[in-house]
């Protein structure tokens, strides 16, 4: 194999690799969770409530995230408040560009700050907060169990 082209080989194969790796994210498996809670170097605390597992996770900087796992082991949910905003690229995973389309959008058509609220068919988004006080959550409604209000993601 030539030089150049095993080099483009090992740069694809590793792309491949850390794309898979993922964290935890909206619409992600559970199994990622512990990778969340690694990467934010965070104290983990986890609760069954009736028809889902709530895994909350506080990071060193006081942010709290809180990810909703469904019974077949989805993230359906996610909520946080801080006194910074999450890394919404891990937060809302592969949701992310959708959710950046639709703020693009909105700030087009809307003048001023104001609370974020995207309502859109398979995503939703609710987002406030001024500087040390950040809050939101995010969910995809057709992966919330069956029995659960979308107002339980909080």
Same mark, same amino acid.
């Given at each position: 194999?030539?030089? =150049?082209?095993?080099?483009?080989? +090992? *740069?694809?194969?590793?792309? %491949? !690799? %850390?794309?898979?790796?993922? /964290? *935890? =994210?909206?619409?992600?498996?559970?199994?990622?969770?512990?990778?969340?809670?690694? $990467?934010?170097?965070?104290?983990?605390?986890? +609760?069954?409530?009736? =028809?889902?597992?709530? $895994? &909350?996770?506080?990071? @060193?900087? $006081?942010?709290?995230?809180?990810?909703?796992? +469904?019974?077949? #082991?989805?993230? /359906? #949910?996610? =909520?946080?408040?801080?006194? /910074?905003? @999450?890394?919404?690229?891990? !937060?809302?995973?592969?949701?992310?560009?959708?959710?950046?389309?639709?703020? &693009?959008?909105?700030?087009? *058509?809307?003048?001023?700050?104001?609370?974020?609220?995207?309502?859109? @068919? #398979?995503? /939703?988004? &609710?987002?406030?907060? $001024?500087?040390? *006080?950040?809050?939101?959550?995010?969910? !995809? @409604?057709?992966?919330?169990?069956? #029995?659960?209000?979308?107002? &339980? !993601?909080?």
């Amino acid at each position: 194999m030539k030089p =150049a082209t095993f080099l483009q080989a +090992s *740069a694809l194969a590793l792309l %491949f !690799v %850390f794309s898979h790796s993922s /964290f *935890a =994210a909206l619409g992600g498996d559970f199994a990622s969770v512990q990778a969340d809670q690694a $990467h934010m170097k965070a104290t983990i605390r986890s +609760s069954q409530a009736q =028809a889902y597992m709530v $895994h &909350e996770m506080e990071s @060193p900087g $006081h942010v709290l995230i809180r990810e909703y796992v +469904s019974p077949q #082991g989805k993230v /359906f #949910g996610v =909520a946080w408040n801080g006194q /910074f905003r @999450p890394d919404l690229r891990q !937060v809302l995973g592969d949701y992310y560009g959708q959710y950046s389309q639709a703020v &693009e959008t909105k700030k087009a *058509a809307q003048h001023g700050r104001s609370p974020l609220s995207i309502s859109q @068919p #398979g995503l /939703f988004v &609710e987002m406030t907060g $001024h500087m040390r *006080a950040f809050s939101g959550r995010a969910y !995809v @409604p057709d992966m919330l169990p069956q #029995g659960v209000r979308a107002e &339980e !993601v909080r």
